[in-house]
């Protein structure tokens, strides 16, 4: 057996490839207001749960880590293992995951992704083709690192309510203005989300956040992945747009970004992640 990866339900991987490729997955968590509490990925959760009011939502927890550390440890006969997780700056998924490491005797590596979303799965496909081309746990661990440094991740947000009350943006989120017409586009910038630009109209702002990614795209081969939040049409029509114009697309992926991420960007939240050094994704 080679190097087992880990990851957490921010990534956005679609179940074929964690399936395909082996990797284990802890989930996020989101609590109603009467205290349900619901198992990103692993529990069924209300339809309308994105828009409903004064739900909370929480990293991955010590115990679920623990349990699939151990269990990945099992699977990989004693080569070790990767886990990738969301910024630290956004989550306590990744003090979490140090902690739940500390206790396998250097037998799990974590990568903080300075990232969330598809991005943390695009870092983690880095880690799975190292280790399917027989690296180490460090040469995984080191895939990753390299893959989190350049990747790159923008969000166009439909609507603020969600942001305002997310928490998860930085201090110039005081710059988004108190116009609902407003449409952010958001980046990850050292590990947390912040604003890059802000237009009058979602048109625009797609538009603009187009021209970002031709631009960091710098002719390289790139994977382009696109995230979204209950919006697979414009979501596909994203993808077109960005293969297109990228000159070098070595692959797709177009992800729904799930009720946690969707909590805190609103339903129609459209992306563009770009992952840099990876082989087509299968």
Do not use: F
Request: proline share 3%.
């Amino acid at each position: 057996m080679s190097v087992v990866i880990v990851t957490d339900s921010s990534s956005r991987l679609p179940a074929s490839l964690l399936d395909e490729h082996g990797i284990l997955q802890v989930p996020l968590y989101l609590t109603t207001e009467d205290g349900t509490s619901y198992a990103e990925g692993v529990d069924d959760m209300p339809d309308d749960i994105i828009t409903t009011p004064k739900v909370t939502t929480s990293g991955a927890n010590l115990r679920d880590l623990q349990k699939t550390y151990a269990q990945a440890w099992e699977l990989s006969d004693g080569d070790g293992v990767v886990a990738v997780h969301m910024s630290r700056r956004l989550s306590g998924t990744w003090s979490a995951a140090r902690l739940a490491a500390e206790n396998m005797d250097g037998q799990v590596r974590v990568v903080d992704s300075r990232s969330v979303g598809l991005s943390v799965g695009l870092t983690t496909m880095a880690a799975v083709q190292a280790a399917e081309k027989g690296a180490d746990r460090d040469g995984a661990y080191e895939a990753a690192v390299r893959a989190a440094a350049t990747a790159e991740s923008m969000i166009c947000v439909q609507a603020l309510d969600n942001l305002r009350s997310s928490g998860r943006i930085s201090a110039a989120s005081h710059m988004l203005g108190s116009a609902l017409a407003i449409k952010p586009i958001l980046h990850m910038a050292d590990g947390i989300l912040t604003l890059r630009e802000r237009h009058r109209t979602s048109t625009k702002a797609i538009a603009k956040m187009l021209d970002a990614a031709v631009e960091l795209a710098e002719d390289e081969p790139v994977t382009v992945g696109i995230q979204h939040c209950r919006n697979p049409e414009l979501a596909e029509s994203v993808l077109e747009q960005a293969v297109e114009r990228i000159e070098k697309v070595t692959s797709t992926i177009v992800v729904d970004l799930g009720a946690v991420l969707g909590t805190h960007v609103g339903p129609g939240a459209v992306g563009i992640t770009l992952g840099h050094g990876l082989d087509p994704l299968s």
